[in-house]
């Protein structure tokens, strides 16, 4: 039997929308109900410390209509996050390195720099029962490290992938199927985002059939702006088949 892999829409673009006039315009909760109506398997958001898309209080009010998987991302340095995950327990949370201000994520965590203070972090969120994912680059040291802290699963940044993915597919998803081939060895699930589209999903679905999880925000929420938001939730779960 294939292994299913799960859709988790980011809906952190439509909060940009939104907080681009006063008002509820779009309606942040509704996006999330939509995308579950739609079909996605869940709803990922990134609370950033300025609060310039989703806002906490969103979160919190997600929480309570979510029926779906919720990914909560974010970086753990802020204790006013750790403190929304742990109030909220979404079913995971993602740990991701980010720089205050930073305009999106760009990098993972170098787990073997950092491996005392995720391992620290990590069981944080565990010891709540909380499913537990860390950023990481595609670099197999890096998943090595990774499995040393205690994490669930790992993240794999894609945004390099689906650079070169028009250049040279096969050489933009070379260092993806060894990190994840690193990953199955040791056990730990694997997720994977930022910047995945309809093109070069199903590429990587392919080459890395056990994959659990794609969390993908930007893309879909244009596909949805041009072919409307259920055909893009659709699309989308159409190409992990
Ligand atoms: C971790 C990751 O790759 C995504 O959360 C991405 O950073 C989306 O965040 P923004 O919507 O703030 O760009
Ligand atoms: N974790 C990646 C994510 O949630 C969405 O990234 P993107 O599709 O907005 O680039």
Not at 12 to 35: E, H, Y
Request: aromatic share 8%; with cysteine.
């Amino acid at each position: 039997m294939s292994h299913s892999t799960k859709l988790s829409v980011n809906i952190n673009k439509f909060a940009t929308l939104r907080n681009s006039r006063s008002g509820n315009n779009p309606d942040v909760v509704k996006a999330a109900i939509d995308a579950q109506r739609f079909g996605a398997d869940g709803v990922t958001v990134h609370p950033r410390p300025d609060e310039r898309h989703i806002r906490y209080k969103d979160v919190r009010d997600i929480k309570k209509i979510i029926g779906t998987e919720f990914n909560i991302e974010g970086n753990c340095s802020e204790q006013k996050f750790i403190d929304l995950v742990l109030e909220v327990k979404p079913e995971q949370v993602t740990l991701v390195p980010d720089a205050l201000g930073q305009l999106t994520s760009d990098h993972g965590w170098n787990t073997i720099e950092h491996q005392a203070y995720l391992t620290e972090k990590i069981a944080l969120f565990k010891k709540a029962g909380i499913r537990v994912s860390i950023f990481v680059d595609p670099v197999v040291e890096m998943v090595e490290g990774a499995a040393k802290t205690g994490t669930d699963r790992i993240e794999l940044y894609t945004e390099g992938y689906a650079r070169r993915f028009e250049s040279n597919k096969e050489k933009a998803i070379a260092p993806y199927i060894a990190a994840a081939q690193k990953a199955k060895e040791l056990k730990l699930g694997i997720n994977a985002g930022h910047d995945l589209d309809l093109y070069n999903l199903q590429f990587f679905k392919k080459n890395i059939p056990w994959l659990d999880e794609v969390s993908i925000g930007h893309a879909l929420v244009c596909d949805a702006l041009y072919l409307g938001y259920e055909n893009a939730v659709q699309l989308y779960k159409r190409q992990l088949l």
